[in-house]
Structures are given as structure tokens and as C-alpha cells.
């Protein structure tokens, strides 16, 4: 038996093909990041992407997931606060795969 659940194929995040395990949408995501530092959440894009999962916390659809969203944040942290990277990672848990 099945649960009424969504497909797999539809559950994966549109930037890694990954399942979305963690469903966190950019929005809630980018409301944390202003949380903690208003100016760079302001400086954040939302990416208007949906798949089948919807955000644990506001329950709107959403395509990119919380781990490819936090990169692109740090990403936009490194250019513009370099400074506030290591905090960043800190306090979201954000690994960065060791470069090969
Ligand atoms: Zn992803
Ligand atoms: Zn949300």
C-alpha cells in the first residue's frame, strides 16, 4: 500500500535532482537569513521554481531545497560580506564539500 504521497520524481530538487528530504522553500529560508542579518536577506533571490513538495513551515510549493539554496546564499555572502561567511555556515550548518 501506497500512502497518497507525492512521486519521488516529483519531490526533487531542480538544482540537484536530489530528493527533497528537508523541505524548507527559499522564502523561509531567506526569512532566517533576514533574521539575522536584514540587508543580505534583502539582497537574496527567491527562485520561482515549484516541484510536488511543499515547505514544512509555510506549506507553499517549492523547487529548490534548503541545501542548494544555502549555497547559493553563501555563495552571494562571499562576494559581498566575505566576513560574515564563517558565521553564516555556522549558524546554518552549512558544509561545504571538501574541493577537490
Ligand atoms: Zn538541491
Ligand atoms: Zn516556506
Redesign the pocket.
Same mark, same amino acid.
Given at each position: 500500500m501506497k500512502p497518497a504521497q507525492i512521486q519521488p520524481e516529483e519531490a526533487k $530538487?531542480i +538544482? $540537484?535532482q536530489?530528493a527533497i528530504t528537508n523541505p524548507i522553500c527559499p522564502e523561509c529560508m531567506r526569512k532566517q537569513i533576514k533574521g539575522w542579518h536584514p540587508s543580505l536577506g534583502e539582497s537574496l533571490v527567491i527562485p520561482k521554481s515549484e516541484t510536488g513538495v511543499r515547505c514544512l513551515f509555510c506549506g507553499k510549493y517549492m523547487g +529548490? $531545497?534548503a541545501? $542548494?539554496y544555502s549555497e547559493e546564499a553563501d555563495d552571494l555572502i562571499g562576494r559581498k560580506r566575505p566576513k560574515l561567511q564563517k558565521e553564516f555556515r555556522e549558524i546554518f550548518g552549512l558544509r561545504k564539500e571538501a574541493q577537490i
Open positions: $530538487c +538544482v $540537484c536530489e +529548490v $531545497c541545501h $542548494c
